[in-house]
Protein backbone atom coordinates (compact mmCIF):
# COMPACT_ATOMS: atom_id res chain seq x y z
CA UNK A 1 0.00 0.00 0.00
CA UNK A 2 2.78 1.99 0.93
CA UNK A 3 4.97 1.59 -2.33
CA UNK A 4 1.83 2.29 -4.39
CA UNK A 5 1.13 5.56 -2.77
CA UNK A 6 5.17 6.32 -3.48
CA UNK A 7 4.60 5.28 -6.98
CA UNK A 8 1.41 7.82 -7.05
CA UNK A 9 2.68 10.70 -5.62
CA UNK A 10 2.92 14.33 -7.15
CA UNK A 11 5.91 15.12 -9.21
CA UNK A 12 6.38 17.87 -6.59
CA UNK A 13 7.03 15.37 -4.03
CA UNK A 14 8.91 12.90 -6.33
CA UNK A 15 11.49 16.06 -7.05
CA UNK A 16 11.67 17.19 -3.75
CA UNK A 17 12.10 13.50 -2.41
CA UNK A 18 15.29 13.03 -4.72
CA UNK A 19 17.01 15.71 -3.55
CA UNK A 20 16.40 15.47 0.14
CA UNK A 21 17.58 12.20 -0.40
CA UNK A 22 21.08 13.45 -1.84
CA UNK A 23 21.19 15.55 1.25
CA UNK A 24 20.89 12.82 3.65
CA UNK A 25 22.26 10.17 1.96
CA UNK A 26 25.79 12.49 1.82
CA UNK A 27 25.69 13.77 5.24
CA UNK A 28 25.56 9.91 6.20
CA UNK A 29 28.16 8.46 3.57
CA UNK A 30 30.46 11.88 3.18
CA UNK A 31 30.47 10.37 -0.74
CA UNK A 32 29.25 13.19 -2.64
CA UNK A 33 29.84 11.52 -6.35
CA UNK A 34 27.49 8.38 -4.68
CA UNK A 35 24.70 10.47 -3.34
CA UNK A 36 24.49 12.35 -6.95
CA UNK A 37 23.97 9.33 -8.29
CA UNK A 38 22.12 7.29 -6.37
CA UNK A 39 19.73 10.40 -6.08
CA UNK A 40 19.82 10.42 -9.97
CA UNK A 41 18.54 6.62 -10.00
CA UNK A 42 16.12 7.02 -7.66
CA UNK A 43 14.62 10.05 -9.66
CA UNK A 44 14.46 8.19 -12.43
CA UNK A 45 12.76 5.15 -11.18
CA UNK A 46 10.29 6.89 -9.33
CA UNK A 47 9.12 8.70 -11.96
CA UNK A 48 8.41 5.58 -14.15
CA UNK A 49 11.97 5.53 -16.67
CA UNK A 50 12.57 1.77 -17.34
CA UNK A 51 16.24 0.48 -17.00
CA UNK A 52 17.21 0.62 -20.18
CA UNK A 53 15.66 4.20 -21.69
CA UNK A 54 17.65 5.33 -18.35
CA UNK A 55 20.93 3.80 -19.19
CA UNK A 56 19.83 5.68 -22.86
CA UNK A 57 18.95 8.54 -21.07
CA UNK A 58 22.43 8.25 -19.09
CA UNK A 59 24.51 7.61 -22.55
CA UNK A 60 23.16 10.13 -24.42
CA UNK A 61 24.00 13.27 -22.15
CA UNK A 62 27.04 11.69 -21.44
CA UNK A 63 28.48 11.80 -24.91
CA UNK A 64 26.73 15.21 -26.13
CA UNK A 65 28.38 18.16 -27.26
CA UNK A 66 27.12 20.16 -24.56
CA UNK A 67 28.08 18.12 -22.04
CA UNK A 68 31.96 17.43 -23.10
CA UNK A 69 32.40 20.57 -23.35
CA UNK A 70 30.81 21.48 -19.99
CA UNK A 71 32.97 18.48 -18.68
CA UNK A 72 36.11 20.08 -20.24
CA UNK A 73 35.18 23.19 -19.10
CA UNK A 74 35.62 22.29 -15.61
CA UNK A 75 38.83 20.71 -16.08
CA UNK A 76 40.00 23.66 -17.65
CA UNK A 77 39.21 25.69 -14.67
CA UNK A 78 40.55 23.23 -12.60
CA UNK A 79 43.89 23.14 -14.60
CA UNK A 80 44.54 26.78 -14.73
CA UNK A 81 43.49 27.47 -11.33
CA UNK A 82 46.59 24.77 -10.33
CA UNK A 83 48.54 26.90 -13.00
CA UNK A 84 48.48 29.74 -11.48
CA UNK A 85 49.16 28.70 -7.97
CA UNK A 86 52.25 26.95 -9.22
CA UNK A 87 53.87 29.64 -11.03
CA UNK A 88 53.00 32.10 -8.13
CA UNK A 89 50.44 34.35 -9.73
CA UNK A 90 47.71 33.44 -7.41
CA UNK A 91 49.31 33.67 -3.98
CA UNK A 92 50.63 37.23 -5.82
CA UNK A 93 47.02 38.08 -6.34
CA UNK A 94 45.71 37.39 -2.91
CA UNK A 95 48.64 39.61 -1.64
CA UNK A 96 47.96 42.41 -3.32
CA UNK A 97 44.08 42.43 -2.91
CA UNK A 98 44.39 41.56 1.03
CA UNK A 99 47.59 45.07 0.99
CA UNK A 100 44.34 47.18 -0.21
CA UNK A 101 41.16 45.78 1.23
CA UNK A 102 40.13 43.91 4.75
CA UNK A 103 40.35 39.64 4.75
CA UNK A 104 36.61 40.33 4.89
CA UNK A 105 36.52 42.01 1.95
CA UNK A 106 39.04 40.32 0.20
CA UNK A 107 37.04 37.16 0.79
CA UNK A 108 34.17 38.58 -1.16
CA UNK A 109 35.73 40.49 -3.52
CA UNK A 110 38.14 37.51 -5.04
CA UNK A 111 34.69 35.40 -6.01
CA UNK A 112 32.81 38.21 -7.22
CA UNK A 113 35.89 38.75 -9.43
CA UNK A 114 35.54 35.30 -10.94
CA UNK A 115 31.57 35.66 -10.99
CA UNK A 116 31.83 38.01 -14.23
CA UNK A 117 32.99 34.76 -15.85
CA UNK A 118 30.59 32.93 -16.96
CA UNK A 119 32.30 29.55 -16.47
CA UNK A 120 30.05 26.70 -14.76
CA UNK A 121 31.54 25.35 -11.84
CA UNK A 122 33.93 28.75 -11.38
CA UNK A 123 33.41 28.99 -7.72
CA UNK A 124 35.88 26.29 -7.96
CA UNK A 125 38.19 28.40 -9.39
CA UNK A 126 37.60 31.01 -6.99
CA UNK A 127 37.86 28.45 -3.89
CA UNK A 128 41.67 28.60 -3.63
CA UNK A 129 41.96 32.37 -3.89
CA UNK A 130 39.30 32.86 -0.89
CA UNK A 131 41.43 29.60 1.14
CA UNK A 132 44.58 31.62 0.59
CA UNK A 133 43.05 34.85 2.40
CA UNK A 134 42.51 33.06 5.51
CA UNK A 135 46.14 30.44 5.93
CA UNK A 136 45.52 30.80 9.56
CA UNK A 137 42.20 29.37 9.30
CA UNK A 138 40.30 31.35 11.53
CA UNK A 139 36.85 31.37 9.72
CA UNK A 140 35.16 28.02 9.65
CA UNK A 141 35.55 25.86 6.71
CA UNK A 142 31.54 25.70 6.11
CA UNK A 143 31.56 30.12 6.09
CA UNK A 144 34.19 30.15 3.66
CA UNK A 145 32.33 27.65 0.94
CA UNK A 146 28.85 29.87 2.20
CA UNK A 147 30.96 33.04 1.42
CA UNK A 148 32.84 31.61 -2.02
CA UNK A 149 29.05 30.24 -3.52
CA UNK A 150 27.15 33.15 -2.12
CA UNK A 151 29.48 35.83 -3.75
CA UNK A 152 30.83 34.29 -6.84
CA UNK A 153 26.97 34.28 -7.80
CA UNK A 154 26.12 37.89 -6.83
CA UNK A 155 26.39 39.38 -10.74
CA UNK A 156 24.06 36.66 -12.08
CA UNK A 157 20.59 38.58 -12.06
CA UNK A 158 21.84 41.13 -14.92
CA UNK A 159 25.74 40.67 -16.42
CA UNK A 160 24.83 40.00 -19.94
CA UNK A 161 27.54 37.72 -20.55
CA UNK A 162 25.77 35.23 -18.64
CA UNK A 163 23.37 32.78 -21.04
CA UNK A 164 20.44 32.85 -18.02
CA UNK A 165 20.35 36.53 -18.57
CA UNK A 166 20.11 36.49 -22.20
CA UNK A 167 17.82 33.65 -22.43
CA UNK A 168 15.62 35.77 -20.27
CA UNK A 169 16.14 38.83 -22.82
CA UNK A 170 14.95 36.37 -25.44
CA UNK A 171 11.75 35.12 -23.54
CA UNK A 172 10.65 38.33 -22.29
CA UNK A 173 11.76 40.54 -25.02
CA UNK A 174 13.48 42.66 -22.91
CA UNK A 175 16.48 45.36 -23.91
CA UNK A 176 19.31 45.59 -21.64
CA UNK A 177 17.78 48.77 -19.48
CA UNK A 178 14.91 46.72 -18.43
CA UNK A 179 17.00 43.67 -17.68
CA UNK A 180 19.43 45.92 -15.71
CA UNK A 181 15.92 47.06 -14.15
CA UNK A 182 15.25 43.55 -13.38
CA UNK A 183 18.53 42.24 -12.01
CA UNK A 184 20.70 45.30 -10.69
CA UNK A 185 18.26 45.37 -7.26
CA UNK A 186 18.00 41.81 -6.86
CA UNK A 187 22.08 41.88 -7.07
CA UNK A 188 22.28 44.75 -4.45
CA UNK A 189 19.87 42.77 -2.24
CA UNK A 190 22.77 39.83 -2.60
CA UNK A 191 25.79 41.42 -1.50
CA UNK A 192 24.01 43.36 1.24
CA UNK A 193 22.64 40.04 2.54
CA UNK A 194 26.03 38.47 2.13
CA UNK A 195 27.73 41.15 4.29
CA UNK A 196 25.25 40.98 6.74
CA UNK A 197 24.52 37.35 7.64
CA UNK A 198 27.37 35.50 5.89
CA UNK A 199 30.70 38.36 6.06
CA UNK A 200 30.39 39.70 9.60
CA UNK A 201 31.03 36.05 10.86
CA UNK A 202 34.00 35.60 9.65
CA UNK A 203 36.79 36.65 12.25
CA UNK A 204 38.39 39.95 11.05
CA UNK A 205 40.31 41.59 13.60
CA UNK A 206 40.99 45.44 13.36
CA UNK A 207 45.21 44.04 14.00
CA UNK A 208 45.50 41.48 11.30
CA UNK A 209 48.71 42.38 9.53
CA UNK A 210 48.41 43.45 5.70
CA UNK A 211 50.85 41.46 3.79
CA UNK A 212 54.16 43.31 3.25
CA UNK A 213 55.07 42.79 -0.79
CA UNK A 214 57.44 43.83 -3.16
CA UNK A 215 56.59 44.99 -6.50
CA UNK A 216 54.55 46.86 -8.41
CA UNK A 217 51.93 47.18 -5.41
CA UNK A 218 49.33 49.57 -7.55
CA UNK A 219 46.10 48.97 -8.72
CA UNK A 220 47.67 48.37 -12.55
CA UNK A 221 50.13 45.48 -10.89
CA UNK A 222 46.87 43.78 -9.58
CA UNK A 223 45.50 44.12 -13.32
CA UNK A 224 48.56 42.10 -14.66
CA UNK A 225 48.23 39.59 -12.20
CA UNK A 226 44.05 39.23 -13.79
CA UNK A 227 45.25 39.02 -17.21
CA UNK A 228 44.49 35.32 -17.23
CA UNK A 229 40.98 35.92 -16.19
CA UNK A 230 41.16 39.07 -18.45
CA UNK A 231 41.79 37.24 -21.14
CA UNK A 232 39.12 34.54 -20.72
CA UNK A 233 36.54 37.58 -20.56
CA UNK A 234 37.87 39.18 -23.52
CA UNK A 235 38.11 35.80 -25.83
CA UNK A 236 34.49 35.03 -24.20
CA UNK A 237 32.89 38.46 -25.66
CA UNK A 238 35.08 38.59 -28.79
CA UNK A 239 33.50 35.45 -30.01
CA UNK A 240 29.89 35.68 -28.73
CA UNK A 241 29.95 39.45 -31.01
CA UNK A 242 31.58 37.80 -33.61
CA UNK A 243 29.16 35.21 -33.81
CA UNK A 244 26.08 37.46 -33.67
CA UNK A 245 27.57 39.48 -36.42
CA UNK A 246 28.56 36.87 -38.49
CA UNK A 247 25.11 35.40 -38.09
CA UNK A 248 23.13 38.51 -38.92
CA UNK A 249 24.67 38.24 -42.27
CA UNK A 250 24.72 34.89 -42.91
CA UNK A 251 21.05 33.41 -41.26
CA UNK A 252 22.15 29.52 -42.19
CA UNK A 253 25.35 29.49 -39.90
CA UNK A 254 24.99 27.52 -37.30
CA UNK A 255 24.04 28.35 -33.66
CA UNK A 256 27.00 28.72 -31.57
CA UNK A 257 27.52 26.23 -28.69
CA UNK A 258 27.68 28.13 -25.02
CA UNK A 259 30.55 26.77 -23.16
CA UNK A 260 33.14 26.50 -26.64
CA UNK A 261 33.89 30.85 -26.17
CA UNK A 262 34.44 29.49 -22.46
CA UNK A 263 36.68 26.96 -23.99
CA UNK A 264 38.67 29.26 -26.02
CA UNK A 265 39.38 31.45 -24.00
CA UNK A 266 40.76 29.21 -20.59
CA UNK A 267 43.28 27.37 -23.24
CA UNK A 268 44.28 31.06 -24.13
CA UNK A 269 44.70 32.27 -20.77
CA UNK A 270 46.83 29.13 -19.78
CA UNK A 271 48.60 30.07 -23.22
CA UNK A 272 49.24 33.45 -22.11
CA UNK A 273 50.49 32.66 -18.57
CA UNK A 274 52.50 29.70 -20.00
CA UNK A 275 54.62 32.28 -21.51
CA UNK A 276 54.55 34.48 -19.02
CA UNK A 277 55.57 32.49 -16.11
CA UNK A 278 56.55 28.96 -17.84
CA UNK A 279 55.96 25.85 -16.02
CA UNK A 280 57.94 22.48 -16.50
CA UNK A 281 57.33 18.87 -17.14
CA UNK A 282 56.31 17.72 -14.27
CA UNK A 283 54.40 20.49 -13.42
CA UNK A 284 52.56 20.05 -15.97
CA UNK A 285 51.93 16.55 -15.32
CA UNK A 286 50.61 17.60 -12.14
CA UNK A 287 48.47 19.84 -13.23
CA UNK A 288 46.68 17.82 -16.14
CA UNK A 289 46.95 14.06 -14.33
CA UNK A 290 45.34 15.54 -10.80
CA UNK A 291 42.98 12.66 -9.84
CA UNK A 292 40.51 15.43 -8.13
CA UNK A 293 40.55 16.71 -12.02
CA UNK A 294 38.89 13.30 -12.76
CA UNK A 295 37.37 13.36 -8.98
CA UNK A 296 35.54 16.36 -10.00
CA UNK A 297 34.71 15.75 -13.88
CA UNK A 298 32.63 12.49 -12.71
CA UNK A 299 30.62 14.64 -10.21
CA UNK A 300 29.78 17.27 -12.94
CA UNK A 301 28.87 14.60 -14.71
CA UNK A 302 26.60 12.68 -12.62
CA UNK A 303 24.77 15.93 -11.57
CA UNK A 304 24.43 16.96 -15.62
CA UNK A 305 22.90 13.36 -15.65
CA UNK A 306 20.38 14.08 -13.02
CA UNK A 307 19.31 16.95 -15.14
CA UNK A 308 19.02 15.15 -17.87
CA UNK A 309 16.01 12.70 -15.78
CA UNK A 310 14.30 15.88 -14.93
CA UNK A 311 14.31 17.36 -18.63
CA UNK A 312 12.96 13.68 -20.13
CA UNK A 313 9.38 12.61 -21.18
CA UNK A 314 8.22 9.94 -19.09
CA UNK A 315 6.80 6.85 -20.11
CA UNK A 316 3.17 8.77 -19.31
CA UNK A 317 3.96 11.01 -22.23
CA UNK A 318 4.03 13.98 -19.66
CA UNK A 319 6.57 16.63 -18.74
CA UNK A 320 8.00 16.59 -15.09
CA UNK A 321 8.13 20.85 -15.16
CA UNK A 322 4.31 21.04 -16.82
CA UNK A 323 3.04 18.29 -14.62
CA UNK A 324 4.75 20.23 -11.58
CA UNK A 325 2.58 23.55 -12.56
CA UNK A 326 -0.68 21.87 -12.99
CA UNK A 327 -0.41 20.19 -9.88
CA UNK A 328 0.48 23.44 -8.47
CA UNK A 329 -2.90 25.22 -10.02
CA UNK A 330 -5.03 21.60 -9.05
CA UNK A 331 -4.02 22.50 -5.40
CA UNK A 332 -5.87 26.07 -5.78
CA UNK A 333 -2.79 27.87 -5.12
CA UNK A 334 -3.42 31.34 -6.65
CA UNK A 335 -1.26 32.58 -9.86
CA UNK A 336 0.88 34.78 -7.84
CA UNK A 337 2.08 32.08 -5.59
CA UNK A 338 2.78 29.61 -8.74
CA UNK A 339 4.91 32.39 -10.46
CA UNK A 340 7.25 31.95 -7.41
CA UNK A 341 7.32 28.15 -6.52
CA UNK A 342 7.28 27.10 -9.69
CA UNK A 343 10.77 28.29 -10.78
CA UNK A 344 12.19 28.20 -7.29
CA UNK A 345 11.36 23.83 -7.44
CA UNK A 346 12.69 23.96 -10.95
CA UNK A 347 15.93 25.82 -9.65
CA UNK A 348 16.60 23.69 -7.08
CA UNK A 349 15.83 20.35 -9.84
CA UNK A 350 18.11 21.62 -12.44
CA UNK A 351 21.08 23.75 -10.17
CA UNK A 352 21.63 26.28 -13.67
CA UNK A 353 20.06 29.56 -14.35
CA UNK A 354 19.68 28.41 -17.71
CA UNK A 355 17.40 25.16 -16.21
CA UNK A 356 15.07 26.90 -14.22
CA UNK A 357 14.65 30.11 -16.91
CA UNK A 358 14.24 27.84 -20.01
CA UNK A 359 11.83 24.71 -18.09
CA UNK A 360 9.72 27.78 -16.06
CA UNK A 361 9.77 31.01 -17.96
CA UNK A 362 7.44 30.38 -20.79
CA UNK A 363 4.71 28.81 -18.09
CA UNK A 364 5.42 32.04 -16.14
CA UNK A 365 4.75 34.32 -19.20
CA UNK A 366 1.48 32.28 -20.11
CA UNK A 367 0.17 32.57 -16.77
CA UNK A 368 0.99 36.53 -16.75
CA UNK A 369 -1.27 36.17 -19.36
CA UNK A 370 -1.52 38.00 -22.96
CA UNK A 371 -0.33 41.54 -23.60
CA UNK A 372 0.54 42.53 -20.02
CA UNK A 373 2.08 46.69 -19.27
CA UNK A 374 5.33 46.86 -18.81
CA UNK A 375 4.89 47.39 -15.14
CA UNK A 376 3.00 43.99 -14.59
CA UNK A 377 5.85 42.34 -16.60
CA UNK A 378 8.08 43.85 -14.93
CA UNK A 379 6.49 42.90 -11.48
CA UNK A 380 5.76 39.76 -12.34
CA UNK A 381 9.06 38.50 -13.83
CA UNK A 382 10.86 39.59 -10.27
CA UNK A 383 9.21 37.25 -8.69
CA UNK A 384 10.00 34.62 -10.89
CA UNK A 385 13.68 35.30 -11.64
CA UNK A 386 14.03 35.99 -7.86
CA UNK A 387 12.72 32.83 -6.59
CA UNK A 388 14.10 30.96 -9.21
CA UNK A 389 17.39 32.40 -8.47
CA UNK A 390 17.61 31.51 -4.77
CA UNK A 391 15.88 28.52 -5.44
CA UNK A 392 19.40 27.73 -7.79
CA UNK A 393 21.69 28.87 -4.91
CA UNK A 394 20.09 26.18 -2.89
CA UNK A 395 20.16 23.33 -5.13
CA UNK A 396 22.36 20.39 -4.22
CA UNK A 397 22.97 19.30 -7.92
CA UNK A 398 24.22 23.19 -8.30
CA UNK A 399 28.17 22.73 -9.62
CA UNK A 400 29.31 25.50 -8.35
CA UNK A 401 27.68 24.68 -4.48
CA UNK A 402 28.91 20.82 -5.09
CA UNK A 403 32.63 21.94 -5.93
CA UNK A 404 32.64 24.69 -3.05
CA UNK A 405 31.87 22.11 -0.69
CA UNK A 406 34.16 19.18 -2.21
CA UNK A 407 37.07 21.93 -1.99
CA UNK A 408 36.19 22.96 1.37
CA UNK A 409 35.37 19.19 3.08
CA UNK A 410 32.24 20.20 4.23
CA UNK A 411 28.82 19.01 3.50
CA UNK A 412 26.65 20.06 1.14
CA UNK A 413 23.31 19.81 3.55
CA UNK A 414 24.61 21.99 6.12
CA UNK A 415 26.20 24.58 3.78
CA UNK A 416 22.16 24.42 2.52
CA UNK A 417 21.31 25.14 6.23
CA UNK A 418 23.45 27.86 6.70
CA UNK A 419 22.54 29.78 3.75
CA UNK A 420 18.34 29.99 4.75
CA UNK A 421 19.01 33.31 6.17
CA UNK A 422 20.22 35.39 3.36
CA UNK A 423 18.18 33.41 1.35
CA UNK A 424 14.98 34.56 2.98
CA UNK A 425 16.89 38.20 2.90
CA UNK A 426 16.73 38.01 -1.06
CA UNK A 427 12.78 36.67 -1.07
CA UNK A 428 11.65 39.56 1.06
CA UNK A 429 13.53 41.61 -1.52
CA UNK A 430 11.96 40.43 -4.35
CA UNK A 431 8.34 40.06 -3.05
CA UNK A 432 8.84 44.28 -2.04
CA UNK A 433 10.33 44.94 -5.36
CA UNK A 434 7.72 43.32 -7.46
CA UNK A 435 5.50 45.33 -4.93
CA UNK A 436 6.92 48.52 -6.06
CA UNK A 437 7.27 47.83 -9.45
CA UNK A 438 3.59 46.98 -9.71
CA UNK A 439 2.70 50.23 -7.85
CA UNK A 440 5.70 52.63 -9.36
CA UNK A 441 4.94 51.40 -13.22
CA UNK A 442 1.50 50.63 -13.22
Given amino acids: MFIEYLLQAPVVVKVLGTLSFILILNALSKKLLLSLVCGAAMLALWTGQEPGAMAEISFHRSISLNNILLLLTVCQVMWLSRQMQISGVMDELVGRVRQKISKRGAMAALPALIGFLPMPGGALFSAPMLDSCDPENHADASIKARTNHWFRHVWE ?58 GDTSYFGVLKLLKPIIVVIITYAAIRTGHAIARGHFTALPGLNRYLPMNVGLFLAMAVLQVERPLRGNDWKEVLLSRQVLNMALIVLAVRIYGAFIEAETPGGYDLVEQMRSELSNWGIPVRAVIMILPFITGLATGMAVGYIGASFPIVLHLIGADPSFGEMLSMTVLAYG ?33 LPPVLFVLLSVVAMSLLWGVVLT
Fill in 387 to 419: FGYMGFFLSPVHVCLVVTCKHFDTPVLRNILGL
Fill in 157 to 214: CWWPMFPGVLLTMELTGFDVPQMLMLGLPISLAAILAGYLLLLRRIPDPSGDPRPTLH
